[in-house]
């Protein structure tokens, strides 16, 4: 019997492992090194299981960003979950890079991701982690969220997937609400975002 369900959004292959699009992957991978989860592929997922909190359930889709809700229905069916037992976490350009919010619903701010998932499930009325990753000048989002993270922005955002892990076993055991009294903290001071990596995304 498993009670919660955490999801981190990204596309896979090697080729995206380090783009900002990919935070929620990374929040992920640092939970299974936590929990030493074993990885195995389940609802066009990599899933893994722990015990912890009544039984805490980690998966990373393998859909691709924009498809990401067919995967996660399919879970919350397989695990007979509702969609507040979900925890969708991802990356957001309105977030200055390394920030973390907490929240308890919403829409999906355009995110690709997300709307496949609002979608998918009918409803908005999901918890969620949104990690900074800022936003690039108009017309740069897609090479922005496609491109690698260096630098200080790397530091800061690598500070947030560590913040957001602990906030995904902080719900776990104690639930939304005071996760996001205790996790909603001020916004770091964020670098420019640097120029949209312009080579080809495929």
């Not at 104690?174 to 975002?193: S, V, Y």
Request: with cysteine; charged share 20%; net charge positive.
């Amino acid at each position: 019997m498993f009670r919660h369900l955490v999801i981190g959004l990204g596309n896979p292959g090697d080729k995206y492992s380090k783009t900002r699009h990919n935070v929620g992957f990374m929040v992920a991978d640092l939970l299974g090194q936590r929990l030493e989860l074993s990885w195995r592929n389940h609802c066009k997922a990599q899933v893994g299981e722990s015990r912890r909190a009544g039984g805490l359930v980690v998966a990373k889709p393998q859909t691709f960003m924009n498809l990401s809700g067919q995967s996660v229905a399919s879970l919350l069916s397989w695990y007979k979950l509702t969609p507040k037992d979900l925890l969708l976490v991802y990356d957001d350009m309105d977030l200055p890079a390394g920030a973390v919010r907490v929240r308890m619903a919403g829409g999906s701010a355009g995110h690709n991701g997300v709307s496949s998932v609002i979608e998918l499930l009918g409803t908005e009325d999901f918890p969620r982690i949104r990690i900074g990753v800022g936003r690039p000048n108009r017309g740069a989002e897609v090479g922005h969220v496609l491109g690698g993270i260096g630098g200080d922005e790397g530091k800061l955002i690598a500070t947030a997937v560590e913040s957001s892990a602990d906030a995904v076993l902080f719900w776990a055991e104690q639930g939304i609400q005071l996760t996001m009294n205790r996790f909603n903290l001020k916004e770091p001071k964020a670098p420019p975002a640097p120029p949209a990596d312009k080579s080809p995304q495929g």
